[in-house]
């Protein structure tokens, strides 16, 4: 079954860069992986997805490790409105619990 | 306007009532999700639906039933509710593309007592 694994719980201090990881050792090779977020009392939202290359758009970067067991999402500075529940998902529907993201002031 | 919507937002109910929670998308999707949130707990899937004839339960489909009555609408029903169904509800919807990236609803919040 796939599944992912993250920390539960960062920190980081406003304005610094963040690095969320995310294992996905069961991944096949064909399988995107997703990376969303969740604000306080809000829906999931998308943040950015990959396959093999290292991703960018306005919201993040998301470097995969070149055997695709791993990812990292990449806040470049991180603000106090970026403090949320991170997920990252392959394609089964499966939401575990992410990882809490504190962002000091 | 919000692209997928879901009502009620916010619902009471009393043990052994029946209860609908709807959805609806404006974003011409085939396929749409159920899911529950508890407080500190990820996502479970509850039914997902790849088209309108196409129903598939998910991880906790149990004391849960949904219909798909047409492409943009989803409806998720709890036959008798219990309190234990007390949670946060999302519906999603997703292209039908594989790999798809899911857009979720704003979510209602259901107490059952």
């Known amino acids: 079954d796939a599944k992912t694994t993250q920390p539960n719980s960062m920190e980081s201090n406003e304005e610094e860069p963040v690095h969320l990881p995310c294992n996905h050792s069961?991944?096949?090779?064909?399988?995107?992986i997703h990376w969303y977020r969740q604000l306080p009392s809000q829906g999931p939202e998308y943040v950015i997805h990959?396959?093999?290359s290292n991703v960018n758009n306005r919201m993040a970067s998301l470097a995969i490790a070149e055997d695709r067991k791993s990812s990292t999402l990449i806040l470049h500075r991180a603000t106090l409105r970026d403090a949320a529940v991170y997920y990252c998902?392959?394609?089964?529907?499966?939401f575990g619990a992410g990882t809490r993201l504190t962002v000091k002031p | 306007d919000a692209d997928v919507t879901q009502t009620p937002r916010n619902r009471i109910t009393k043990t052994g009532k029946r209860i609908m929670l709807e959805c609806s998308q404006t974003k011409g999707h085939d396929r749409m999700y159920w899911y529950r949130q508890d407080p500190g707990l990820g996502l479970r899937l509850i039914y997902y639906s790849f088209d309108v004839k196409d129903i598939n339960k998910g991880e906790i489909s149990d004391g849960y039933s949904v219909s798909r009555q047409a492409q943009a609408k989803f409806s998720l029903s709890l036959e008798s509710a219990i309190p234990n169904q007390t949670a946060l509800y999302f519906c999603a919807t997703s292209a039908r593309e594989y790999q798809e990236t899911q857009y979720f609803g704003p979510g209602t919040r259901l107490l059952v007592l």
């Open positions: 069961t991944i096949s090779g064909t399988d995107y």
């Open positions: 998902i392959q394609p089964s529907m499966r």
């Open positions: 990959g396959l093999t």
